[in-house]
């Protein structure tokens, strides 16, 4: 072992007086523990000199070298985040999905105040509940309905509810009805020009989302017993039928919430009513001039029902239809009424 520590330390010295540096004598100790051995990174023959790393490679393998032994230096392993669970909280249940099933786009879509199409109608979801999904939908044409997440999950977010009023590509109208099963709306709009109204079947996603005026909507039904029992709706509110007798009815409006009404000021579409001096606002159709609102106040005396324009003659209809097709490219259907008759008239 002692006549090998000689050999090295005599073939570094010649090696560093052959090659004109000045004489150092390096003393080397030579431990009893087995030296590791060195990352041998000389070329051997021409070819390996021709593919030997440059010097700033060079600088890698010694950096790479120098932490052979102390790899945890180069790479600095975070440990792995295991998710613990409280002592205290329970096992979540299985039909529990309000977290772990629900998408970000159910939660998105699906929350309070949109409006969706079920089974039983149309309706605007009024809460859901966070701990089994089970959601609470005020439904139009009845009360209050109960879904799970699972028959939440088959619902539609549609754009509007029966009488709200959109906005569309062809104007601004009323919504009549919704085919659920066809996904299917029909629109009553005007056509503008003296030539009365007409009705628009649109898909859900052709009405822009947003557009939608939310108002009550109010039906009223007048049984074959005479004009003493009335029954009055509000499914928009609360979905609740009351029946009065004639005598306890304080107040006859000429025209209800959604109603085409005609004023000094214009066509309009009845948005609220004070009972107490038969004022009723109104909300024009026409666009008005900057800094004048659109929301104008009528008494009751002023204000008179729209009544329905029918277009009889066979050439105009078709000139309507044929308009509409090459501007709008939708399928127009007039509407056919009698003269006579008048929107939610109410027998008023």
Known sequence: MEDSCDDVSETESAESSQSGAPYLRRQQSCPSVQRKGRLDTQPESESDAESAPRPALKAVYSFARAGLTSSSKLFLVKPRHTPKTPSGSTPRKPHSRSVDAVS???LTTKSAGARVATPFGLGKIMAIRGDDGV?????????LLFLNATELEKTQVVPALVGERVHTPSGSGRVLKYDIREQLYTLRLGAG???GEYELQLRPEQIPP????????????????????RIGTDSARMGAVAYLNADMIDFYPKALEGTDVQTKFGSGIVIGLRPADAIYTVRLHDPQPAG???VVFVHESDLHRSRRIVVTAANVRDRLKA??????????VVAHQNHDEEPNSAGI
């Open 135 to 143: 959601a609470a939908i005020e439904l139009q044409a009845s009360g």
């Open 292 to 294: 004048k609102s659109d």
């Open 193 to 195: 020009g003296g030539l």
């Open 104 to 106: 970000d786009q159910d």
């Open 210 to 229: 947003g557009t939608a005026r939310d108002h009550q909507v109010w039906r009223r039904a007048y049984p074959l017993g005479g004009p003493a029992a």
């Open 323 to 332: 308009m509409a097709q090459r501007r709008f490219g939708e399928r127009i």
